[in-house]
Antibody, heavy 118, light 111 residues
Framework: EVQLVESGGGLVQSGGSLRLSCAASGFTFTNYDMHWVRQATGKGLEWVSAIGTAGNTFYPDSVKGRFTISREIDKNSLYLQMNSLRAEDTAMYYCARVVWDLRTFDLWGQGTMVTVSS | QSALTQPASVSGSPGQSITISCTGTSSDVGAYNYVSWYRQHPGKAPKLMIY???NRPSGVSSRFSGSKSGNTASLTISGLQAEDEADYYCGSFASSSPGWVFGGGTKLTVL
């Protein structure tokens, strides 16, 4: 079955760190760009990070310097290392697959919740 | 505040058609034909409904259609059904970084 399964969310204090994981299965992991997208409760979607098939990474200014995206090909896994967490980082974090030629998110995981307490 | 602007809510009766707008800028919606639409039921992950402005993925009903004019994209759902009740988000590739931007979401209520 083609799927993405996130894990690693939880409650952390402001200034702390957390590492999210995303396990991919059912497709050739190396053929796709992979992203993290977050959604605060009752709010819209916000793009958080991307890693291309060549390992190049991209971030919006809101997380640049604090978050690091990486992938482990042998384990078909995607990661998001989050440091210096703030209350505004509280959200559901989704792992998503992107078809680069279409610039679209065609597969999403079920998400993992991150709560940052101040 | 989201980068793309959507109406907070729309509603329609079963069988009717509704349209949701998504307004961006010349750096995202207006610059590329890379607008997508996602449906999200409560407590669930988003699901791709439209990509490349007007293309439907395999398995998505032909009742869903998309279009774009200038900096504004639109999603039209015809023949409304109860199962269509959900939140809908637009998204677009943007020239900054590069990066991706999304709308704030539109809650569709089927009356």
């Amino acid at each position: 079955e083609v799927q993405l399964v996130e894990s690693g969310g939880g409650l952390v204090q402001s200034g702390g760190s957390l590492r999210l994981s995303c396990a991919a299965s059912g497709f050739t992991f190396t053929n796709y760009d992979m992203h993290w997208v977050r959604q605060a409760t009752g709010k819209g979607l916000e793009w958080v990070s991307a890693i291309g098939t060549a390992g190049n990474t991209f971030y919006p200014d809101s997380v640049k310097g604090r978050f690091t995206i990486s992938r482990e090909i042998d384990k078909n896994s995607l990661y998001l290392q989050m440091n210096s967490l703030r209350a505004e980082d509280t959200a559901m974090y989704y792992c998503a697959r992107v078809v680069w030629d279409l610039r679209t998110f065609d597969l999403w995981g079920q998400g993992t919740m991150v709560t940052v307490s101040s | 505040q989201s980068a793309l602007t959507q109406p907070a809510s729309v509603s329609g009766s079963p069988g009717q058609s509704i349209t949701i707008s998504c307004t961006g800028t010349s750096s995202d919606v207006g610059a590329y034909n890379y607008v997508s639409w996602y449906r999200q039921h409560p407590g669930k992950a988003p699901k791709l409904m439209i990509y490349g402005v007007s293309n439907r993925p395999s398995g998505v009903s032909s009742r869903f259609s998309g279009s774009k004019s200038g900096n504004t994209a639109s999603l039209t759902i015809s023949g409304l059904q109860a199962e269509d009740e959900a939140d809908y988000y637009c998204g677009s590739f943007a020239s900054s970084s590069p990066g991706w931007v999304f709308g704030g979401g539109t809650k569709l209520t089927v009356l």
